[in-house]
């Protein structure tokens, strides 16, 4: 079968169908997820922290993310890839946006990319999309400011809220196919869901939203303090400890390889 886009979320919404999204940073996890059905894999900036070790989004290079985005694409065969742009690749100028959006595309077979940020970005959404970049906006906790936001905290309450309302919009109107919606209260999230045509997508932006994502090693139970909007649907961190323990010990005794393990 062909591989979902940006005009099938659109029509999911018309429908009233909630999606989900789920990072993917390797092929093979992109292959459980694109098995399972999951229509959009996030090969998001949070690399940086999940897969890099870093304590932020920052240091997160285009060439960091090329290859990850790269191997996702191989791994899928059914889900839109979308490419996080990294801190620094697409601020400058839509220019420069569009530089680093046509390496995603070119180098490693993305389908859309995304980038953070309000107004300020409206001129890089729209050289993208016209020239021929599906575009996914990411507003509220944007992790790629923490150091002017003073930290990972909830977005958009009491006046902000208005101000994202307004960049969601623009968003819109500037050609972006959907809007991430991350840290913000559920009513404030509700209210741009109704206000748009283009799908939401919330983490920690309550049940409102057209669609849901989550980092993939938070949702399997890898992340050792994950935040409140997180749900754990497993704990691979208990399973990997279990496993790998029973291997060294298993090699301690000599029990491993066994026989059926052994070429005669
Ligand atoms: O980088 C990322 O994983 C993201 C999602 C959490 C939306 O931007
Ligand atoms: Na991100």
Not at 188 to 195: F, G, H, I, N, Y
């Amino acid at each position: 079968g062909r591989r979902v886009t940006v005009r099938d979320l659109t029509a999911a919404k018309e429908r009233g169908e909630r999606w989900p999204m789920v990072t993917a940073y390797d092929a093979m996890t992109a292959r459980v997820f694109d098995d399972a059905g999951i229509p959009v894999l996030l090969v998001g900036d949070s690399a940086a922290m999940v897969v890099y070790g870093y304590d932020s989004t920052l240091p997160v290079t285009v060439d960091d993310l090329l290859a990850l985005t790269a191997a996702v694409v191989r791994g899928s065969s059914r889900a839109l890839v979308v490419a996080d742009l990294p801190f620094g690749s697409y601020q400058s100028s839509p220019q420069q946006a569009l530089e680093s959006a046509a390496r995603f595309m070119k180098e490693a077979g993305a389908h859309a990319v995304k980038l953070e940020g309000g107004r300020r970005v409206v001129p890089q959404v729209e050289a993208l999309v016209s020239a021929g970049v599906p575009v996914m906006a990411h507003l509220g906790l944007t992790p790629q400011s923490v150091n002017v936001l003073g930290g990972y905290r909830v977005q958009g309450r009491g006046q902000s809220g208005d101000e994202l309302m307004a960049d969601a919009k623009d968003l819109e109107r500037a050609g972006a196919f959907s809007v991430v919606l991350e840290c913000v209260p559920a009513d404030l999230a509700e209210r741009v869901t109704a206000s748009l045509a283009i799908p939401t997508i919330g983490i920690g932006a309550g049940a409102g939203t057209d669609a849901q994502v989550l980092v993939w090693q938070d949702l399997m139970g890898l992340t050792p303090r994950p935040a409140r909007f997180v749900k754990r649907y497993a704990d691979l961190a208990t399973e990997m400890d279990r496993a790998v323990r029973a291997f060294a010990a298993d090699v301690a005794a000599g029990a491993f390889p066994a026989a059926e393990h052994t070429y005669s």
